[in-house]
């Protein structure tokens, strides 16, 4: 079993930055590959960014390519996820996320375990 919390959502000013974390539980956080998603009111949610098992690989959506870098420390544990350059688009509830897996995953399909979220919202 997997816990993931998440924090550090808030409202900020486009333009502004933002650092999400995510504190995972257990002592097996090596053997999973984590990521972020995210869900604009209205929408379907969508993949991120996601980082693999050891850190050596990552992958995100192009929206926030070049704004937005995801790391992570297996000691202790934690993801990270610093956004900079905010856009009103990319308000929504963010969610950490995991799949028992070395490999980056960028669907929801993959996920084994998922955060509660936290919300973001960039005003204009």
């Known amino acids: 079993q997997l816990q993931l919390v998440e924090s550090g959502g808030g409202l900020v000013q486009a333009g502004g930055s933002l650092r999400l974390s995510c504190a995972p539980s257990?002592?097996?956080?090596?053997?999973?590959?984590m990521g972020w998603f995210r869900q604009a009111p209205g929408k379907e949610r969508e993949f991120v960014a996601g980082?693999?098992?050891?850190?050596?690989?990552?992958y995100y959506a192009d929206s926030v390519k070049g704004r937005f870098t995801i790391a992570r420390d297996n000691a202790p544990n934690s993801v990270r996820l610093q956004m900079s350059g905010l856009k009103p688009e990319d308000t929504a509830v963010y969610y950490c996320?995991?799949?028992?897996?070395?490999?980056?995953?960028?669907?929801?399909?993959?996920?084994?375990?998922w955060g509660q979220g936290t919300q973001v919202t960039v005003s204009s």
């Open positions: 257990g002592r097996t956080f090596r053997s999973y590959a």
């Open positions: 996320a995991a799949a028992q897996t070395q490999t980056v995953f960028t669907t929801e399909a993959r996920v084994d375990y």
């Open positions: 980082i693999s098992g050891r850190g050596l690989s990552t």
